[in-house]
């Protein structure tokens, strides 16, 4: 039997990040804990009402706090769970963590997110399989650019299912391109959007998507074609006359008539990319941690096998 998957949206607190469930014949596997501590209840509810299996892993597809740091209560309601991610995701969990963890207590409470976030321990395998379901791997592909450096996909070759962390943001929501710093950047995202689409899934489940709407394959790649071509147009190569850097205010107004889909939390996404890229504006130091700047091609598409220079 193909693997099952499921997914569950958080809160528009919670910044409406996914939480993904994948279902085999004995056992079940959770991708991307939320960032919230009522978000995590409200999975490990949703996790009972799609499964009695045993939870075997929870994984995380990159560093970013809306997708881990809320791991304890789904870790204490499924003790059988190892909590797991590649390498250099725990990596980058490391460089941030003793910031993070004073920095957003301080913004949604104590009591909505842990004191001690759970980390994840390093998992070096580039795929596991449940017990059971020998017919139906689950690949981890990475690292890829998404919104932020580092990613790991999930891709179910049998099930024709990628769950891409935020590699790919649904049609509903502003895609988070605060951390696009440098040309280099953007080109690998584009070149992750491509894998994504050489693979053909038919189903994409996306790394945020807003209640009420539902993953569409298609629609959501080419919401990120759009988003990628105005952020190259508008900021890393900006084609105006003058190449004169825009306003805070008038990035903002760019990009929100651009989607006007997408109504949730216009303040986080757009208003820290206008100050992170618009003239004058105050970057988030608070993100800063992981030298984005100096990554170079070579490692970013690192599995971009080219002739090596003599
Ligand atoms: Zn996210």
């Not at 207590?105 to 759970?118: Q, S």
């Not at 189903?203 to 071509?229: F, R, S, V």
Request: proline content about 8%; hydrophobic content about 35%; some cysteine.
């Amino acid at each position: 039997m193909p693997l099952q998957t499921h997914y569950t949206i958080s809160s528009e607190t919670g910044l409406s990040s996914v939480t993904s469930l994948i279902v085999g014949s004995t056992s079940a596997v959770i991708i991307d804990p939320p960032f919230l501590v009522p978000d995590a209840k409200s999975v490990v509810e949703f996790v009972k009402s799609k499964t009695s299996n045993p939870v075997v892993g929870v994984f995380v597809t990159h560093h970013h706090p809306d997708h881990y740091f809320s791991a304890n209560p789904i870790l204490e309601a499924f003790p059988t769970a190892r909590f797991l991610a590649h390498p250099y995701v725990r990596a980058g969990i490391d460089r941030e963590y003793a910031e993070k963890v004073i920095y957003w207590p301080n913004v949604f409470g104590k009591e909505n997110v842990p004191a001690n976030p759970a980390k994840p321990e390093v998992y070096n395998y580039s795929f596991f399989i449940l017990p059971g379901d020998e017919a139906s791997p689950v690949c981890l592909l990475g690292p890829v650019q998404g919104d932020s450096i580092d990613h790991t996909l999930f891709w179910l070759p049998t099930e024709r299912t990628i769950i891409t962390g935020d590699a790919v943001y649904a049609r509903s929501t502003h895609a988070w391109v605060e951390e696009i710093e440098t040309p280099q950047i953007l080109d690998a995202w584009r070149l992750t959007l491509k894998l994504i689409e050489s693979l053909n899934p038919q189903n994409i489940i996306p790394g945020h998507i807003e209640q009420g709407w539902t993953p569409n394959a298609k629609e959501d790649m080419a919401h990120m074609h759009k988003y990628l071509d105005l952020f190259e147009s508008k900021i890393t190569r900006p084609s105006q006359e003058g190449g004169k850097k825009p306003g805070v205010d008038d990035l903002f107004k760019t990009f929100k008539e651009a989607f006007p889909q997408c109504e949730k939390n216009l303040d986080f996404f757009l208003g820290k990319m206008s100050n992170a890229f618009g003239e004058g504006g105050e970057v988030w130091e608070e993100n800063r941690m992981h030298d984005v700047k100096s990554r170079q091609k070579g490692v970013l598409e690192g599995f971009l096998l080219e002739a090596k220079a003599k």
